[in-house]
């Protein structure tokens, strides 16, 4: 009889498991005294008040399982595994998991790496079979993940003593790489490497480095055939901080298969990475769609063939009556039994507007669900009320629902608002922020406090014993290079055929009769017989001092957390070494090499039976040829062992899983990041789920959401918005045209007009900052709550402001673009908001790119303000999105003369980057560059220029009605605050020893703060200057207005003309044509309506009278629509908008080639 030991909870009624101290006790008492079970009720009792834990339901471990919870195997889990197609590169599905070095370098430059054939994605219209389908999209995730590093190999292949900084695809390379040992873990043999920093040029903060991290995939080849003819794929298997802080730095990695694995400790190697792969985010996606081949296709008639009308799920079909009590509060019982394929009643009300109503109504009764919500519109809300019914409105034996967000943070933040009414959900994967509500939930954690047996029949016990005893065969195997001291005995060479039988002997007998009569050991023989051509080894990675400069950062610690997360190997544990049994190579000796002894001389040598007979000088060059053929025979037999190991790792794993699926299965409600979806499949399908519902489902890759389409499925809901970030493509030639990879499941069936509902009122953005994104959002509405939002201060009322400036840009050292004038600007604005009672968790400072992202924050934690130990939020687009903050400062960085300006033209990290402010957003880059570059940046800026003040090259700071205009970073120590109030009330400067006041909450509100103008100019200038009393008649307070407004006329207008020709500009007529083309990358709201740069300058009535002064590459003029286009040439590409001679609106070259009529 089996007993379940539990304690009772009585603040949720609920039993709850006990520590592992008190179920051992436990057992162990019903092990010996089975008959006793009234005195165990007792000591139960006694126990609970001892050892009861009392906490909140959202921080507790469930009753998932108790310590007599009988187990029973699942042996879907293993049918799973074993259904997995054997290795064959002959067709897509065979390829392996890890990469072979066929696939990433050309073997001796004349054979090509072998690479899958590369299909495009079919953006608009179906596919012509699932095949087609999956073939497509894992050949373009394949070369996605491979690619990078492909390239980083065929650019050493032709400089092989290349040096990082000259490295034209971004590789890291280290050199001087040596295998010093190996761990045997349960998850693989790893092999333990140093190497050198050398060829990196720069110390390397480890803490905050993308170099190296798990999971990455690694390139390795011997020093001295630099990919010529060897290749080494491997993984990186943990990356523990000591070990990369130690000099020589050191990591684990696993070679990608047991026949490539090397273990010669004297083998120097070089091993590159790419700076822009990580493959262990595609790994088991790639490894699921192979197994979606093999499997049943649910919803393929919608993601495949593209059927518009989606039909509800099965389940809800045959029982369409749901309790909706919670989503109508007010209502009576009218809610309990509702037919929600039928329209719902129209009288009962809830705090979700139409839009986010039609959107609940799509996700609860579609079986394919989309659901586009554009920024601030409440995605998030709208699908925790969703779950919220579709668990109330489960049944006891229902499986669980399976949630998914592209991001760990964004799937925690949908977990925090499940926990509110299903605390006892679970978390795949271990590593989380949230070490209240979340860590708690992950699985790791409920394993700890829950133990339990090993399903009978399950795989877990004999495989890790079969792992156990391999490694005592591995022991024996490699003693040679672990265990020795001196050089390698005769016998051993005997045992692995290296030498004969007799020449064995006559080491041992000519030792023993020539040299000192009556030795014995064996191990003395080869030194007696060497003699003085035995030499110590010199190999390894030396200990080194370069005196480099420190790299700079490459990426926060939580973003670095956040990567790491995606790629444990050790499934459910947050830690970066390895466990196992680890054995240190030592090969303390060696022979002589001789340069006159060839490699024929020394295989006529080893041709002697009697090797006593080969003369002592060419006793060296024999020795060292017997070493590698000793360490050539180990590693054969070795391989072959590690081939049983990996298997055996295989199977541990599967058993592993056949634990966790008990857990699973009381659960209602698992999360995992998108990555996990694939990572944890066969585990999660042995649960036969039939609903999913995925967060962020634009910006993740469709291979990542079509692993999620297990056979069991029967409703799948898609949550996002296509027109933020898109996926992430290592390979940027594959994320756009004509491969278009980079174009997610949910974007692609929208544009396929498969039906989805659209989110329409924001409650995010105050309305002018709305009004930026007009372009791209036509009809996205306000909330009435956005218009309450406090002003910002020291402002004026100005919320939102784009500062333009000439300062160009430049690159950093790994070539990402910065511009050192705006980041000056940024920080020293960025104080000067601090100054006046903004905090800063209040303000993000967001950038397109990541150098500048580094040299913001340099500049911010050197300022001599700043020092006071606050934490700035520094970041880039692509990191934040579904973030926001009360204040956005956008540093947009390009500024040349050639109107390039790269991710700028992205309209989707536009989106983000305009969609984060809640109360203020202000903007600073070159706008005649930008609009040159994009006509969508042309349109954003007019849209903002239509309220007065809000662009110019003047920054308009405004204190007590008195503004001042600031131009450079200089003039903020010429802020007029026109005020001679004590400052000794304003709120406390981070880190500022003159400012020592901080005003009470109470009264913290920006307009009761009196602000000093000679104060702020002392802390601005770093100190007190006499001059500042004359600041007041420099600025004087009576023409402030007057000369905003000249500013503000003349800044625009110096945007929309040409230099020399200062045409009057009409802000008010302005015509927009629609472009011949379009392109998958265009949005549907705007790039459907504006003509393709460049746009030449044109006079219309040159034009109709045939002027001959009008440029060649104008054929013909039509008039379509009440616009006059024209065609053009072919070897001229754009169009030009007109429309009557009279007024020709006049853009000159300084700011985009464009001529319009207005």
């Known amino acids: 009889m089996s007993l379940p030991i539990r304690q009772y909870d009585q603040q949720g009624s609920r039993f709850r498991p006990l520590s592992d101290a008190d179920q051992s006790i436990?057992?162990?008492?019903?092990?010996?005294?089975?008959?006793?079970?009234?005195?165990?009720?007792?000591?139960?009792e006694n126990l609970t008040k001892r050892f009861g834990r009392k906490a909140g339901r959202d921080s507790q471990i469930p009753p998932l399982l108790t310590a007599g919870t009988p187990v029973t195997l699942n042996r879907s889990i293993r049918e799973y595994a074993a259904d997995q197609p054997p290795t064959d590169l002959s067709h897509w599905t065979g390829f392996p998991e890890i990469p072979s070095s066929a696939e990433v370098f050309d073997q001796g430059r004349t054979e090509h790496a072998l690479t899958l054939e590369i299909a495009e994605n079919t953006v608009v219209g179906p596919y012509k079979s699932n095949a087609e389908y999956l073939e497509t999209h894992y050949g373009l995730l394949r070369e996605d993940a491979i690619a990078p590093l492909r390239d980083v190999v065929s650019e050493i292949q032709v400089f092989p003593h290349l040096m990082e900084k000259d490295s034209d695809n971004s590789a890291f390379i280290y050199e001087k790489v040596f295998i010093t040992g190996l761990t045997f873990a349960n998850a693989g043999i790893a092999a333990r490497v140093?190497?050198?920093?050398?060829?990196?040029?720069?110390?390397?903060?480890?803490?905050?480095?993308?170099?190296?991290?798990?999971?990455?995939?690694?390139?390795?080849?011997?020093?001295?055939?630099?990919?010529?003819?060897?290749?080494?794929?491997?993984?990186?298997?943990?990356?523990?901080?000591?070990?990369?802080?130690?000099?020589?730095?050191?990591?684990?990695?696993?070679?990608?298969?047991?026949?490539?694995?090397?273990?010669?400790?004297?083998?120097?190697?070089?091993?590159?990475?790419?700076?822009?792969?990580?493959?262990?985010?595609?790994?088991?996606?790639?490894?699921?769609?192979?197994?979606?081949?093999?499997?049943?296709?649910?919803?393929?008639?919608?993601?495949?063939?593209?059927?518009?009308?989606?039909?509800?799920?099965?389940?809800?079909?045959?029982?369409?009556?749901?309790?909706?009590?919670?989503?109508?509060?007010?209502?009576?019982?009218?809610?309990?039994?509702?037919?929600?394929?039928?329209?719902?009643?129209?009288?009962?009300?809830?705090?979700?507007?139409?839009?986010?109503?039609?959107?609940?109504?799509?996700?609860?009764?579609?079986?394919?669900?989309?659901?586009?919500?554009?920024?601030?519109?409440?995605?998030?809300?709208?699908s925790v009320i969703a779950l919220r019914l579709l668990l109330e409105n489960s049944g006891p034996d229902d499986p669980p629902i399976i949630i998914s967000a592209h991001t760990n943070h964004a799937l925690d933040q949908l977990l925090r608002h499940v926990a509110k009414f299903e605390p006892e959900f679970i978390r795949l994967g271990a590593w989380t922020k949230d070490t209240v509500v979340i860590k708690p939930r992950t699985l790791f954690e409920i394993k700890s406090a829950v133990k339990y047996n090993h399903p009978r029949g399950g795989l877990r016990k004999p495989a890790l014993a079969r792992l156990k005893h391999l490694v005592k065969e591995a022991t024996l195997l490699l003693a040679p290079l672990t265990q020795s001291k001196e050089l390698f005995k005769s016998e051993v060479f005997k045992r692995y055929d290296v030498i004969s039988y007799d020449q064995c002997d006559s080491l041992v007998r000519g030792s023993k009769e020539w040299i000192r009569a009556g030795a014995d050991d064996p191990q003395e023989d080869m030194a007696t017989w060497l003699g003085d051509e035995r030499i110590e080894s010199k190999y390894g990675t030396m200990p080194e001092d370069f005196g480099f400069e420190i790299e700079e950062i490459d990426l926060e610690y939580e973003q670095l957390k956040e990567i790491e997360a995606e790629s444990k190997l050790v499934d459910d544990e947050d830690r970066d070494s390895l466990r196992g049994l680890r054995l240190v190579f030592n090969e303390p000796f060696t022979g002589r090499q001789s340069t006159g002894v060839t490699d024929e001389t020394v295989r006529s040598e080893m041709k002697k039976k009697d090797m006593w007979r080969i003369p002592s000088e060419h006793r060296g060059p024999v020795y060292r040829h017997m070493q590698q053929a000793l360490k050539a025979a180990i590693t054969k037999k070795f391989r072959e062992l590690a081939c049983q190991?990996?298997?055996?790792?295989?199977?541990?794993?599967?058993?592993?899983?056949?634990?966790?699926?008990?857990?699973?299965?009381?659960?209602?409600?698992?999360?995992?990041?998108?990555?996990?979806?694939?990572?944890?499949?066969?585990?999660?399908?042995?649960?036969?789920?039939?609903?999913?519902?995925?967060?962020?489902?634009?910006?993740?890759?469709?291979?990542?959401?079509?692993?999620?389409?297990?056979?069991?499925?029967?409703?799948?809901?898609?949550?996002?918005?296509?027109?933020?970030?898109?996926?992430?493509?290592?390979?940027?030639?594959?994320?756009?045209?004509?491969?278009?990879?980079?174009?997610?499941?949910?974007?692609?069936?929208?544009?396929?007009?498969?039906?989805?509902?659209?989110?329409?009122?924001?409650?995010?953005?105050?309305?002018?900052?709305?009004?930026?994104?007009?372009?791209?959002?036509?009809?996205?509405?306000?909330?009435?709550?956005?218009?309450?939002?406090?002003?910002?201060?020291?402002?004026?009322?100005?919320?939102?402001?784009?500062?333009?400036?000439?300062?160009?840009?430049?690159?950093?050292?790994?070539?990402?673009?910065?511009?050192?004038?705006?980041?000056?600007?940024?920080?020293?604005?960025?104080?000067?908001?601090?100054f006046h009672g903004m905090t800063p968790e209040e303000i993000t400072i967001l950038t397109f790119y990541n150098g500048q992202r580094k040299l913001i924050m340099r500049k911010l934690r050197?300022?001599?303000?700043?020092?006071?130990?606050?934490?700035?939020?520094?970041?880039?687009?692509?990191?934040?999105?579904?973030?926001?903050?009360?204040?956005?400062?956008?540093?947009?960085?390009?500024?040349?003369?050639?109107?390039?300006?790269?991710?700028?033209?992205?309209?989707?990290?536009?989106?983000?980057?305009?969609?984060?402010?809640?109360?203020?957003?202000?903007?600073?880059?070159?706008?005649?560059?930008?609009?040159?570059?994009?006509?969508?940046?042309?349109?954003?800026?007019?849209?903002?220029?239509?309220?007065?003040?809000?662009?110019?090259?003047?920054?308009?700071?405004?204190?007590?009605?008195?503004?001042t205009f600031v131009k450079e970073p200089e003039d903020f120590n010429n802020v007029n605050c026109g005020c001679s109030k004590s400052y000794q009330d304003s709120p406390l400067l981070l880190g500022s020893p003159q400012l020592e006041g901080r005003l009470p909450p109470a009264v913290q509100p920006y307009h009761n703060i009196p602000y000093d103008t000679k104060l702020y100019r002392d802390f601005a200038a770093g100190g007190y200057v006499e001059s500042d009393n004359n600041l007041a008649a420099l600025r004087e307070r009576e023409a402030a207005e007057a000369r905003s407004k000249q500013l503000d006329d003349e800044n625009f207008a110096a945007l929309f003309r040409d230099q020399g020709d200062p045409l009057p500009v009409d802000k008010t007529k302005m015509t927009l044509a629609q472009p011949a083309t379009t392109s998958p990358q265009q949005s549907h709201s705007f790039r459907d309506k504006i003509p393709k740069a460049p746009f030449p300058r044109i006079s219309l009535n040159k034009l109709l009278n045939n002027d001959q002064h009008e440029p060649s590459h104008f054929s013909t003029a039509y008039k379509d629509f009440g616009i006059f286009s024209l065609d053009l040439r072919d070897d001229f590409r754009g169009q030009c908008i007109i429309e009557d001679a009279d007024k020709l609106f006049d853009v000159g070259k300084q700011l985009y080639d464009l001529a319009m009529i207005s």
Request: glycine letters at 6%; proline letters at 5%; a neutral charge.
């Open 26 to 44: 436990h057992l162990t008492f019903i092990a010996q005294y089975p008959a006793n079970l009234e005195l165990l009720s007792d000591m139960n």
């Open 194 to 382: 140093t190497f050198s920093l050398r060829r990196v040029g720069k110390k390397v903060n480890w803490e905050q480095s993308k170099r190296l991290l798990t999971g990455a995939i690694l390139a390795l080849t011997p020093a001295k055939d630099m990919f010529t003819s060897i290749c080494r794929v491997a993984i990186v298997a943990a990356r523990p901080l000591a070990g990369l802080e130690q000099n020589p730095p050191e990591i684990d990695i696993y070679f990608a298969g047991a026949d490539e694995f090397e273990i010669d400790p004297q083998q120097e190697w070089v091993m590159v990475e790419s700076r822009n792969g990580f493959y262990e985010g595609s790994r088991h996606t790639l490894r699921g769609l192979q197994m979606l081949s093999r499997e049943t296709f649910p919803l393929s008639e919608h993601i495949v063939d593209i059927q518009r009308d989606v039909h509800p799920p099965q389940y809800l079909e045959q029982q369409p009556l749901k309790n909706l009590s919670s989503l109508f509060p007010s209502a009576g019982d009218e809610v309990l039994n509702v037919n929600i394929l039928k329209k719902w009643p129209a009288e009962l009300s809830s705090d979700l507007d139409m839009s986010q109503m039609d959107a609940l109504k799509r996700i609860l009764t579609k079986r394919l669900a989309v659901i586009q919500g554009p920024p601030g519109t409440g995605k998030t809300h709208v």
């Open 645 to 834: 190991y990996q298997g055996a790792s295989k199977d541990a794993k599967i058993g592993l899983w056949e634990m966790d699926y008990h857990y699973l299965k009381q659960a209602k409600v698992i999360g995992m990041t998108t990555t996990g979806l694939s990572k944890y499949r066969g585990l999660l399908q042995s649960l036969n789920p039939k609903v999913v519902l995925i967060e962020e489902a634009a910006e993740t890759l469709e291979a990542f959401v079509s692993c999620a389409c297990f056979k069991s499925l029967e409703h799948l809901v898609l949550v996002g918005d296509h027109q933020q970030l898109r996926g992430h493509c290592n390979d940027q030639e594959l994320a756009g045209n004509p491969y278009y990879l980079g174009i997610s499941m949910f974007e692609r069936l929208v544009r396929n007009k498969v039906e989805f509902s659209q989110l329409k009122r924001q409650r995010r953005m105050i309305p002018e900052i709305r009004r930026a994104l007009k372009p791209i959002y036509e009809d996205l509405e306000d909330h009435p709550s956005v218009h309450d939002r406090l002003p910002i201060p020291g402002m004026g009322g100005v919320n939102s402001y784009f500062f333009t400036h000439k300062g160009r840009e430049t690159m950093d050292v790994q070539k990402s673009k910065i511009n050192h004038q705006e980041a000056e600007m940024v920080v020293e604005f960025f104080v000067y908001l601090i």
């Open 862 to 963: 050197e300022h001599r303000h700043l020092q006071g130990g606050a934490r700035f939020t520094v970041v880039t687009v692509d990191s934040y999105q579904g973030e926001e903050n009360e204040v956005i400062l956008l540093s947009l960085v390009r500024s040349n003369v050639h109107g390039n300006i790269g991710f700028l033209e992205i309209e989707n990290r536009v989106c983000v980057a305009l969609s984060r402010a809640r109360r203020g957003l202000y903007a600073f880059g070159d706008a005649p560059n930008l609009c040159k570059g994009s006509m969508l940046w042309w349109y954003i800026i007019q849209t903002i220029a239509k309220d007065p003040c809000r662009v110019g090259f003047y920054l308009p700071l405004t204190c007590n009605d008195e503004k």
